[in-house]
């Protein structure tokens, strides 16, 4: 197998980049639905990324997902990881796991809680994806934990690995705050972030511009999701508790089904258009395994992108 890719490479030789997140099946669900799915992106996209449930959602398959995107297609993966409900030593065991299948592309998450769950409750090492991003960092370093009873010292020494670290940003939250997440992040090794779903160009610049002014000047990948229905508005402003803007309401509300998802295509494409015009390295869409609407939004866009 070729070597894998590092998306800070991919960034570097290209002027923008399309990826894709994807989402592994229900547990029970056929394998083969969406590994056909990633046969139908290879060649459209840069890479992909395959999320990682945390709290109960009973969605295996993330590193063997990644694993065959690589191997069978020859597709970068970015597989992501929560930190929630593991243990150091679960985490440090898990990036083993990933390293020996030579997935090299991390996206260090914190996790959502648990379904009903309340926020504040936790069960595992670490409550912030800095402290997961640090271990996979000292990783990097040759650093492992000690083994108890065995192991003196704060770090047992051993082979380095070279994760790429990519880490969320997060446009919704008060810049102060995310300057101050970030900087910790980026203390912790991140070189490449991915931001929460945004819908609109003033979102991504003003977050841009923000980090900016406070000296901090890593890649930033705006992460889309496509709205092509006012449910899917509803839904994202119910469930992930974002703001969509009013102009995007205006757009799809009152619609019928085809002519929403027609507006909300073209909303879509033309903020990709005003992103890469901006100077944005890249878009990374979240789709819910739609290849379709993946291949809706790249063919108008080939011209403008390549």
């Not at 047992?156 to 997440?181: N, Q, S």
Request: with cysteine.
């Amino acid at each position: 197998m070729e070597q894998t890719k590092k998306i800070t490479d991919i960034l570097k030789s290209k002027q923008f980049t399309i990826s894709v997140e994807l989402v592994p099946p229900r547990n029970g669900t056929d394998p083969d639905s969406l590994m056909s799915k990633i046969e139908r992106l290879n060649g459209k996209v840069d890479f992909i990324s395959v999320t990682k449930g945390a709290g109960g959602s009973m969605r295996g398959g993330t590193i063997p997902i990644s694993y065959f995107a690589q191997q069978n297609h020859k597709m970068t993966a970015l597989a992501h990881f929560v930190c929630r409900e593991r243990t150091s030593a679960e985490i440090e065991n898990e990036l083993m796991d990933l390293y020996w299948f030579k997935i090299k592309n991390v996206l260090a998450l914190r996790g959502d809680p648990p379904a009903g769950a309340k926020d504040e409750e936790w069960d595992g090492d670490y409550k912030y994806a800095y402290r997961l991003a640090n271990q996979i960092n000292n990783m990097n370093q040759g650093k492992y934990i000690p083994r108890k009873n065995f192991d003196k010292g704060e770090f047992r020494e051993g082979f380095a690995t070279d994760f790429c670290i990519l880490v969320a940003g997060h446009p919704e939250d008060p810049i102060d705050k995310e300057v101050e997440h970030m900087k910790c992040k980026i203390e912790s090794g991140a070189s490449v972030i991915i931001t929460q779903m945004i819908f609109s160009f003033d979102e991504y610049k003003n977050y841009v511009e923000g980090l900016g002014k406070a000296g901090i000047d890593l890649p930033v990948i705006a992460g889309i999701r496509p709205l092509l229905t006012y449910k899917d508005i509803e839904s994202c402003e119910k469930f992930f508790g974002l703001k969509v803007c009013d102009e995007l309401k205006s757009l799809l509300k009152d619609k019928t089904a085809a002519e929403a998802r027609k507006a909300g295509i073209r909303y879509t494409v033309d903020l990709i258009k005003k992103l890469k015009g901006f100077g944005a390295p890249g878009v990374h869409l979240f789709v819910l395994n739609d290849v379709d609407l993946v291949s809706e939004l790249i063919e108008p866009l080939e011209k403008e992108v390549q």
